[in-house]
């Protein structure tokens, strides 16, 4: 037997004013809820029918007139207004452009209240469902689902899980579930931030991932990492836990620079890093300190404004030294090789390194005598004699003071 639409009352609400409003507080967690549904939702509709009909989305524009739509309905006890997919769907395939559509559809219907509810009692339930079913699959972009397997898996992944939530329990749990994976995808990102090991491409002062190009070489002696995101309590222990690992597993099959048995420098290239939070600056402390007792000195290149601010305020830039802060990654390097061919031909005690360090912190003076200096370092001939700093070259990030 067929389902039919059945009775519908006819007529308009009437207007009415809340007199009481000792449901309200409990009403609350609700009306939250709708508003943060009705918002996805709408939101999430408007953008699909843009990109389809190739127009610009004001969200803005939208959600304010949502809003004057749900506060004027209020006064007539209205069902809270949303942005509905199948109603969307219906309306676009018959051709609406402009607002003006809404208009129409909305006389339409208060005229069939008023006047033509009768007729639809007998219509079918399954005649409304496959208009339904027949504008909606318009609106599923199969060609963006090959494109997301092709380009980003987890992507493909979430399109999936959401199209088919939304195809088996509504489209508020799919938006709310398609959000939730949304979100975890992003949190489990930013705690598994990219990291890098970065080599030196031959001729040039650029440094780049040594996976991404494998003819850059490293430096015997130095580590240089790169972390491609912001440092926070999520993913700070992650990156202290992969520093170790590079400490220990960095490819040794292209190596420059003389041969030394261990790691004395570990170089963090921090120009990606746009905020670092309280508890990365006590992990750096931290790391500093486990660094310290074996003998390998941190140095940073390149921090940003705020992060340097930041690691100032927390005393970082004393406690690792204001030498060991260098404007560019080659700088921090080239000052790390002559500490490097220092100890392979005279063994020193951790305090001669202080000794050594206000000669490196002045203008470049001749770039010849840089590269012939370098040249010989990188070169890991034990034969070569350690630089004499009459005239220093390297220009550190912060000043020393007198």
């Known amino acids: 037997m067929r389902q039919l639409v059945g009775d519908i009352p006819q007529g308009l609400p009437s207007f009415s004013i ?31 029918l843009a990109a389809k009909n190739g127009y610009e989305l004001d969200s803005s524009q939208e959600l304010f007139g949502l809003g004057l739509a ?8 209205a069902y809270p207004s949303t942005g509905s997919f199948s109603r969307s769907a219906v309306n676009n395939d018959s051709g609406a452009k402009t607002g003006l559509a809404g208009i129409v559809a909305g006389t339409i219907m208060g005229c069939s209240l008023l006047f033509l509810t009768p007729l639809f009692e007998y219509i079918p339930q399954c ?45 508020e749990i799919g938006v709310l579930v398609g959000v939730g994976v949304s979100l975890a995808f992003v949190i489990h990102e930013s705690a598994n931030p990219h990291i ?34 912001p440092i926070y309590f999520a993913n700070i222990s992650f990156i202290k836990d992969r520093l170790r690992e590079y400490e220990a597993d960095v490819d040794k099959s292209a190596r420059h620079g003389p041969e030394v048995e261990r790691i ?25 300190q486990e660094y310290k007792s074996r003998d390998i000195e941190i140095c940073i290149a390149n921090p940003n404004q705020d992060v340097l601010l930041t690691l100032t305020k927390a005393g970082i830039v004393e406690l690792i030294g204001k030498e060991w802060y260098f404007v560019r990654v080659h700088d921090a390097v080239q000052v790390c090789l002559q500490h490097v061919q220092s100890l392979n031909q005279t063994p020193k005690n951790p305090d001669s ?29 034990k034969k070569t004699s350690v630089p004499k700093f009459t005239e220093p070259h390297l220009e550190p990030l912060l000043s020393r003071k007198s």
């Open 18 to 48: 809340p007199k009481k409003f000792e449901y309200a507080k409990s009403l609350i967690p609700t009306a939250m809820l709708i508003t943060g549904v009705a918002i996805l939702e709408s939101v999430g509709i408007a953008k699909a």
């Open 70 to 77: 749900n506060i004027l309905g209020s006064f007539f006890s």
């Open 353 to 381: 390194f202080a000794e050594d360090k206000p000669s490196f912190f002045q203008r470049l003076s001749k770039q010849r005598e840089e590269d012939l200096s370098i040249a010989e370092l990188e070169s890991g001939d």
């Open 127 to 171: 005649g409304l469902a496959a208009i339904v079913i027949s504008a909606v699959m318009g609106l599923v972009d199969y060609d963006e689902a090959i494109f997301l397997w092709h380009v980003d898996k987890k992507d493909f992944v979430l399109w999936i899980i959401t199209s088919t939530t939304t195809l088996f329990l509504g489209i």
């Open 264 to 288: 004395h420098f570990l170089i963090l290239e921090m120009s990606p890093i746009t905020y670092i939070d309280s508890s990365a600056v006590q992990a750096l402390k931290d790391l500093h």
């Open 196 to 229: 890098a090991v970065l080599g030196r491409l031959p001729g040039t002062t650029v440094y780049r991932n040594i996976q991404q190009y494998p003819e850059a070489y490293t430096y015997n002696g130095i580590v240089i990492v790169r972390i491609d995101a």
